[in-house]
């Protein structure tokens, strides 16, 4: 149990795009959402919490109107890279939680993002 | 503040040798303590944990015992394959930051036939 399905797995595409990743959780109700960076050879950075219905909460120095999260149920949260650039090019990674914060948070496999 | 370091990489161990991976924590409060593993071009994906004080966390041959005294939860395994190959996290949360994860670095492991 606990699945959480992240896609698309990679991505490449030409700079001035936007791009959207979705993560679903696909046997529970997830509540509340996390998007992770993680740039090569460095650890996970947190981006921004979505919980259900409302807006995301963005870690100081993340760029909203550059990183839209919306989690409009309760099992899909989508961010989309607008305009993304060469140095938007990283592994984004979700994670779900069902319930509040003594739950545990379950990974996607993460999204493999290449702005050319 | 809330923070994790992990040893520094790379490692690379031949097959079946003694894995140690250390990890000491800073926290305000009284965390969770974690262990994920990254196979390449994969998310992650919970090795092991411990959520208070002397408890030992275990899955598939790897240990961690989490140690209040000098706020470490060092990855043992007394004998690695190479499937072991990955990058292992330690991570920590905490109840009072909405279970909010923090992560070390992360630490490459090359296990060598």
């Known amino acids: 149990g606990a699945v959480v399905s992240q896609h698309p797995s990679r991505v490449i595409c030409k700079s001035g795009t936007s791009v959207k990743i979705e993560c679903r959780s696909l046997?529970?109700?997830?509540?509340?959402m996390f998007w992770y960076r993680q740039f090569p050879k460095q650890s996970l950075m947190l981006m921004a919490t979505?919980?259900?219905?409302?807006?995301?909460?963005?870690e100081q120095g993340v760029e909203k109107d550059k990183f839209l999260i919306n989690h409009a149920s309760l099992t899909l949260s989508t961010l989309t890279v607008t305009s993304a650039h060469p140095e938007d090019s990283s592994f984004y990674i979700c994670?779900?939680?069902?319930?509040?914060?003594?739950?545990?948070?379950?990974f996607g496999d993460g999204t493999r993002l290449s702005i050319l | 503040g809330n923070s994790v370091t992990q040893m520094e990489g790379p490692v690379t161990l031949s097959e079946e040798a003694f894995l140690t991976i250390n990890c000491t924590y800073t926290?305000?409060?009284?965390?969770?303590l974690f262990w994920y593993v990254q196979y390449p071009g994969e998310g992650l994906q919970l090795l092991l944990k411990?959520?208070?004080?002397?408890d030992k966390g275990s899955n598939k041959g790897f240990e961690a015992t989490y140690r209040k005294e000098t706020t470490s939860f060092h990855l043992e395994k007394g004998s690695v394959q190479v499937s072991d190959s990955a990058v292992y996290f330690c991570?920590?949360?905490?109840?009072?930051?909405?279970?909010?994860?923090?992560f070390g670095t992360g630490t490459s492991l090359t296990v060598i036939p």
């Open positions: 994670s779900a939680r069902a319930g509040g914060p003594n739950q545990p948070q379950h």
């Open positions: 046997d529970f109700q997830a509540t509340t």
């Open positions: 979505s919980n259900e219905g409302s807006k995301a909460t963005y």
């Open positions: 926290a305000t409060g009284y965390p969770s």
């Open positions: 411990a959520t208070k004080a002397d």
């Open positions: 991570a920590l949360s905490l109840t009072n930051t909405g279970n909010q994860f923090y």
